[in-house]
């Protein structure tokens, strides 16, 4: 008897952690109904991410995901949803509401201030693996009050080993406060922002003035981080088969590296998977990246 109740124990229960099946469906503007090319479905607490078609479609699927696992929609320029996998199940389409709904909240600072790298052209390009942070420190941050209005990154399409990189595949925008032992510390960005530049070897500026991030008093580090293999796979198509065992074999943004502009180094590189997650000072470049700051117009 005892047996047989543990098997029926376990056929009630096991379908409501694990869904192994694709789960299908549509990301639209709420307000166009137009489809949404360059959206994405993530569930940053397992570091999965899902990318939308040129028709908005998307399909989940992964063994390790659950009926209660929070689904994040995002889509530069437009308000990030949240949704369970239990939700997502009774609906076909997810609409996502513009941006410009909240441009009335968005305060504005009497000055701005640069920081960050202002090299205009790299010195060489730096290219990392899939699901590596890889962070510069805003110099000239420290002590201001006021908003992080934009960051920006000096994208290419680069060479490295046996391929060229893609300026045009999605990364992500990620920031991050100063620890106590001065490298990243608290994740300041709540959303899951990723984006894609259009131009090669040029400046790509993302505005983040709607977040309503606050300058910390230490400063803030900036990240370019890369997706996982698997998210680079369904995005750019490779096949199951394909041995894909380094950034060299990746089609993704390159990152401009300046070698002589700052005196001191300040970059940081980490991957989840390497060396315990840690992060480890870059000892011989700095990544191009950089900031603007919306000075506070109160006292």
């Not at 709607?210 to 580090?221: A, E, S, V, Y």
């Amino acid at each position: 008897m005892a047996r047989t109740t543990l098997y029926t124990t376990l056929f009630l229960f096991f379908p409501f952690f694990i869904y192994s099946q694709t789960i299908r469906g549509t990301v639209s503007d709420a307000q166009t109904k137009q489809a949404i090319d360059g959206a994405t479905l993530s569930i940053p607490s397992k570091q999965l991410f899902f990318p939308t078609d040129t028709h908005g479609r998307f399909n989940l699927s992964a063994p390790q995901i659950t009926h209660s696992d929070i689904v994040h929609i995002s889509c530069i320029g437009y308000q990030t949803k949240k949704e369970s996998v239990a939700q997502l199940l009774k609906q076909m389409n997810i609409e996502l509401q513009p941006l410009v709904m909240q441009l009335k909240e968005v305060r504005i600072g009497l000055s701005e201030i640069e920081v960050g790298s202002k090299a205009s052209n790299y010195d060489i390009t730096g290219s990392i693996m899939p699901s590596m942070d890889a962070v510069l420190f805003m110099k000239g941050a420290s002590g201001k009050k006021g908003i992080i209005k934009s960051v920006g990154f000096f994208v290419t399409d680069g060479t490295h080993g046996n391929l060229n990189g893609d300026v045009t595949s999605p990364f992500r925008v990620r920031l991050f406060d100063v620890d106590g032992d001065g490298m990243p510390g608290r994740e300041l960005t709540k959303d899951i922002i990723v984006v894609a530049a259009k131009t090669n070897n040029q400046w790509f500026d993302i505005d983040l003035a709607h977040l309503q991030i606050k300058n910390p008093k230490r400063g803030f580090f900036v990240s370019f981080s890369l997706l996982t293999s698997d998210y680079y796979r369904l995005r750019l198509g490779y096949l199951p088969q394909e041995n894909l065992s380094n950034s060299s074999d990746f089609a993704t943004p390159r990152i401009g590296i300046t070698k002589s502009e700052f005196k001191e180094k300040l970059s940081y590189t980490r991957n989840l998977d390497w060396y315990g997650g840690k992060w480890r000072l870059d000892p011989k470049t700095n990544f191009m990246i950089r900031s603007t700051i919306s000075l506070n117009v109160e006292p």
